[in-house]
């Protein structure tokens, strides 16, 4: 496997889906369009490409025109992230309580010692 080559100071980063570069393309030229960055984050999450575009954000952060919304797009995939953990998580096993199960063995044991006596008294 081959290293990958690093990135020319300044140079747009690339991934090899095209409408996730596309549409970041889209957010670089309309960065004040708050449509635009919702359907990047919208598409960086279903395509589970969020780190990439926290990258993509975190490369603008220091910038002195879009580093205030880049750092507030960045918490809001952060938060997307922590939903889709959160969505995803199984449902923790369910234990009969003891009662119940204490229970329903009297129930069958009565059942059981009633038959038995009936069958064994005829």
């Known amino acids: 496997m081959t290293e990958p080559t690093p990135e020319p100071q ?3 980063p690339t991934t090899d889906d095209l409408v996730f570069d596309t549409l970041w393309g889209r957010v670089l030229e309309a960065w004040d369009d708050e449509k635009t960055h919702a359907a990047f984050v919208d598409y960086a999450l279903r395509s589970h ?7 993509r954000y975190k490369l603008l ?16 995939i952060a938060f997307a992230a922590t939903q ?11 234990k009969v309580p003891t009662s119940i199960t ?9 059942i059981f010692a009633t038959l038995t006596y009936l069958m064994l008294h005829r």
């Open 102 to 110: 204490l229970t329903a063995f009297a129930i069958a044991l009565t």
């Open 10 to 12: 300044g140079a747009v």
């Open 49 to 55: 490409l969020l780190p990439e575009a926290v990258g």
């Open 61 to 76: 952060k220091d910038d002195s025109s879009k580093g205030a919304l880049a750092t507030k797009k960045m918490e809001a």
């Open 84 to 94: 889709l953990l959160f969505a995803t998580k199984t449902p923790r096993d369910v």
